[in-house]
């Protein structure tokens, strides 16, 4: 049989790039040959951390891997013709963007639109769709208002441009990178602050005469961040935990402070399960039409052969400069 090149982690923190037989199609799957995949946040907690991890090690080829796009190449689906190009986003769980060839509902992928951008940038709908869905599922009226976004990751910084887009008068954000923070501002931040320099709650606490913000994002994923969001938002506030968790472990919650500011907290996923997946076909317009545009973020690619070295950079993306880290499989 034909041959591919599969990625597979074998352990918490070491994924390997292998050769394998192409699997065959099941009735109703379409055959995608891959040509490049993005690594999310939750790629990252699962690989590097553990956290959220749906099988043993070492685990089924291309998991957990669910940005891609690619080319229909087979179909036994009578939805999605070969020869279509398309944006990809399987539930994680059975998702095999990081091979060469993945084995897909097609209810999980869009063709993708003509547009003269390359298809690297079209393939970051993925991660700005499931934005979209989250502000569309809980919306909040922000016009006017001060909000916070902590983590300027591909996430927190769609969540920057999309909150201050809705009519935000203030958008202050917050990670430990420069270099995000620098596109936060061409992505509408107001103010942007590096939590390595200076205390995010101190700097929020004063531009606010020590009220908080109107509206919290937590785009980050850890527990230091998922605490420190309920001291920064104003009393009758509100919460979105967006970011993964990064542990399996019960985290510590201040419900006295989180009640007595009569907040409301919101997180949300499965954006993938959207009838029509509406969302992301949003995304993909903005993005071709260029209404927003994501050259900025596309900062790192790599060989599926080096995905392992990928994960760890995305892991620790501060001194290198890492926006978003893909790969490729040219």
Not at 80 to 94: A, D, I
Not at 172 to 201: P, W
Not at 252 to 263: A, D, E, G, S, V
Request: glycine residues 8%; negative net charge.
């Amino acid at each position: 049989m034909e041959k591919m090149r599969a990625a597979r982690m074998l352990e918490v923190g070491r994924m390997e790039c292998e050769e394998i037989e192409i699997p065959r199609l099941e009735d109703g799957q379409v055959m995608v040959r891959s040509e490049m995949a993005s690594i999310c946040g939750s790629d990252l907690h699962v690989v590097m951390m553990g956290a959220g991890l749906g099988h043993p090690c070492p685990c089924p080829h291309g998991y957990p891997g669910h940005e891609g796009i690619g080319i229909v190449v087979e179909s036994k689906s009578v939805d999605l013709s070969e020869g279509t190009h398309v944006l990809t986003f399987p539930n994680p769980p059975v998702g095999e963007c990081f091979n060469e060839y993945q084995r897909i509902d097609p209810s999980y992928c869009v063709p993708l639109p003509g547009s003269d951008l390359p298809r690297s940038q079209l393939m970051m709908a993925q991660q700005l769709g499931t934005v979209l869905y989250a502000m569309n599922q809980n919306p909040c009226d922000v016009q006017g208002k001060t909000v916070v976004v902590m983590g300027q990751g591909s996430a927190g910084l769609f969540w920057t441009y999309l909150l201050k887009r809705a009519g935000a008068e203030r958008v202050i954000t917050s990670d430990l990178s420069d270099t995000r923070l620098d596109v936060s501002q061409k992505y509408g931040a107001d103010v942007c602050v590096n939590a390595r320099q200076e205390d995010f709650v101190t700097v929020v606490n004063d531009l606010t005469h020590g009220e908080g913000a109107d509206y919290v994002v937590e785009a980050v994923g850890c527990s230091e961040t998922f605490l420190q969001s309920v001291d920064l938002v104003r009393r009758d506030g509100e919460l979105m935990w967006f970011g993964l968790p990064s542990v399996d472990d019960n985290i510590p919650f201040q419900f006295q402070k989180f009640f007595r500011k009569r907040l409301k907290g919101i997180c949300v996923w499965a954006a993938q399960d959207e009838p029509g997946a509406a969302s992301f076909r949003e995304a993909l317009r903005l993005i071709s039409e260029k209404e927003i545009d994501v050259a900025p973020l596309l900062s790192h690619v790599f060989s599926v052969e080096d995905i392992d070295k990928a994960m760890h950079l995305a892991h620790a993306p501060q001194d290198a400069g890492a926006l978003k880290v893909s790969i490729h499989f040219e």
